[in-house]
């Protein structure tokens, strides 16, 4: 069937990022960086601004948000619950910390550059945000998911996504009348923060009817089958509520988690993550245009000093807010897996944009500093994640 | 990221694809009838004509796709090439066999009606096809892929698909300018004849070298990356030396299954054709229109005719062409093996609408017996293939 969609792009697209990511993966590793690092380099480089050979279109785009639902739902299912609830409070308030330290430290800058009220709150919130993806991933690389730190990372992550976009309905009023109302405000609040709480009420003894119904099932591959459909129906769901998609991906693999069939589940999902994935991490870099990052264009000198700016202060704000942790964890790691902005800055952005709050050399240096903290994230978990390997082991 | 995609539409359309395409495919085996029939029927309900969850868009077309060359991959992984080359004389007489009959009897019947011999050319060249995807599929439900009649019948359709794009190209040749060039039409014949053989002569060497350095590296789920990126790339090539990308993913299964990694690759494609496989089969099904085959209304009674006069030749052609072949096997399965049309029919179908040569009534009528043939073959495989697991029993 052709029906004149480009069919033959998607698949160079998919089959250089397989290669793309697994090639410079592996480098990364052999010079003992994390795996996704190089997959975001190999992005960049297969990106429209380099090579081209990953373009940004629907098709991509498509297959790259499968990949990361996919990647969620595993994380969700290599997740404890109860291990969550209990890192509950401490993932909360580095949570907000996260989100206030460099709201307020992205505001202030652009406010201290001259910039207008509107346009300072779209810079410091697009500082806001925290990557699930990458964090997760980099986490499963170091095997440090279980440990009480990946946890309370993990959580903060959550409830960053959850609260972000809580903050982007706001933002995003204020950007239409210029005022928001405290009923709004509320409102997206409690479909966000709500969402998750009724759905993982809703959704376990779901997840285990589900799991026994399919189990009288013949038709080959139904388990599978069933527990993707689900994890996209509360991705749908999740989005509707006004959360992300991954944000459901992941509850419902906290879901099947508790089920007797999540080792069969785990087993058959984790090669189509594999397949499916890389295709995300190569699609974020290859959104970085590198022709903005050259220092020797004085053109871009304005917004790579912004960026500049903007980068020290999104990854002290998010660094810091590590250190609210509490419970003899190693704090210097909790903050480096908050750094990562990923997918909500670049909304944040683009909706800044969209509204003309953002004018395009602040919106140029808002998606440097997003990128640039998502690049940085990685090494920097590598670099603290010594003590909690230690920690880790001590605690299993 | 949003970037303007109708992301939404593109989840509900994979889940539901997913739950329809199980419930339905369930049902059809507890009454004894193969899986994918029940898939089809559930991408006719689900369709744009009853109930519009899955819309035929850009997205659920290239997930689609993405799943057809999955499933040929697996299915090519599944196939022994030294079987195929002996069963070669056969399948070559039953393909040659199933495109003379239907392509003679289509264009006939045409002229027959009075129709003009552009026109009659069109019917004819969209009766040729053979779908690899339903026919593969359901020779692996019935555990028939190993058997020499499921080898013969694959063999044939491969054969088929191959020259059917030969075919194309020279009705398309013939529509443009009302005449073919003998060095058109031996250059497409050499380009699509010849790509599978130097796809396998270059191919087989390649996949064990490959499979040599995936085994050096150390990133996670490298293997059945790299065996995934490499049918990506050979479909890619099929489809621009003129065959289809599924003869090319199919090409890319039988060089791995000469590796010793075939089993890992297997193991780890297996899931992933099952989570992506069904959106094929629901979006072939949801390109049905029900309302063309409503008998009621006065004004489908023409194109109904014909296309019930086109379903009988059609059948009638593809079911002789199986007895064409030899060798103490059960014919009867093999000429049903050859029934289903397909997505190759369909885009002969579209492209003698597009330059005029099949008027909307006509085209109408194709398609349907396009679709006719198609839910056909899997009961029909299911009816003959009583002899054949005896034959494959007595083989083993």
Redesign the interface.
């Known amino acids: 069937?052709?029906?004149g969609?480009d069919?033959?792009s998607?698949?160079?697209a998919?089959?250089s990022a397989?290669?793309g990511?697994?090639l410079f993966?592996?480098v990364a590793?052999?010079v003992g960086q994390p795996?996704v690092l190089g997959e975001l380099l190999a992005g960049v480089l297969l990106g429209p601004s380099v090579l081209g050979l990953v373009p940004?279109t629907?098709?991509v785009?498509?297959?790259?948000?499968?990949g990361v639902?996919l990647l969620l739902f595993e994380v969700g299912l290599d997740t404890n619950l109860d291990e969550l609830v209990r890192v509950g409070a401490p993932a909360l308030v580095v949570a907000l910390a996260s989100m206030a330290l460099p709201f307020l430290g992205g505001f202030l800058f652009a406010r201290a550059l001259g910039h207008a009220t509107l346009t300072a709150v779209f810079v410091g919130a697009a500082l806001t945000a925290t990557s699930i993806g990458i964090t997760a991933r980099v986490l499963t690389?170091l095997r440090a998911l279980a440990t009480r730190e990946g946890q309370i990372i993990l959580g903060a992550a959550v409830a960053d996504d959850v609260l972000g976009l809580v903050l982007l309905a706001v933002v995003a009023r204020i950007a239409e009348n210029g005022s928001a109302s405290a009923a709004m405000v509320l409102r997206a609040t409690a479909l966000a923060v709500g969402f998750l709480a009724v759905a993982l009420a809703l959704g376990i003894p779901l997840a285990r009817h589900l799991v026994r119904v399919v189990g009288w099932?013949?038709?080959?591959?139904?388990l599978?089958?069933?527990a993707?459909?689900f994890a996209?129906?509360v991705?749908?769901a999740a989005?509707?509520a006004g959360s992300a998609?991954i944000v459901g991906a992941f509850a419902t693999g906290l879901m099947l988690a508790r089920t007797n069939r999540r080792y069969d589940i785990h087993?058959?999902?984790?090669?189509?993550?594999?397949?499916f994935a890389?295709l995300f991490f190569v699609?974020v870099g290859a959104q970085v245009d590198v022709a903005r990052l050259n220092p020797f264009n004085g053109e871009n000198h304005p917004a790579l000093l912004l960026a500049l700016g903007l980068t020290v202060i999104g990854f002290l704000g998010k660094f810091a807010a590590g250190f609210c942790a509490w419970g003899g964890v190693r704090r210097a790691f909790i903050g480096s897996g908050m750094v990562p902005r990923g997918?909500v800055g670049?909304?944040f952005a683009?909706l800044g944009k969209d509204t003309g709050a953002l004018p395009e050399g602040i919106f140029v240096a808002v998606v440097i500093a997003v990128f640039a903290t998502t690049f940085l994230a990685p090494p920097l978990l590598k670099v603290f994640a010594g003590g909690v390997s230690t920690a880790a082991a001590s605690n299993a």
């Open positions: 069937m052709d029906h969609i069919l033959a998607v698949l160079l998919f089959a397989l290669i990511a697994k993966g592996e590793e052999r795996a940004i629907t098709g785009l498509i297959l790259a948000e499968i639902i690389e099932a013949n038709v080959r591959g139904v599978v089958t069933a993707v459909a996209l129906l991705a749908l989005k509707k998609e087993e058959a999902v984790r090669p189509a993550v594999d397949i890389p699609s997918e670049l909304i683009a």
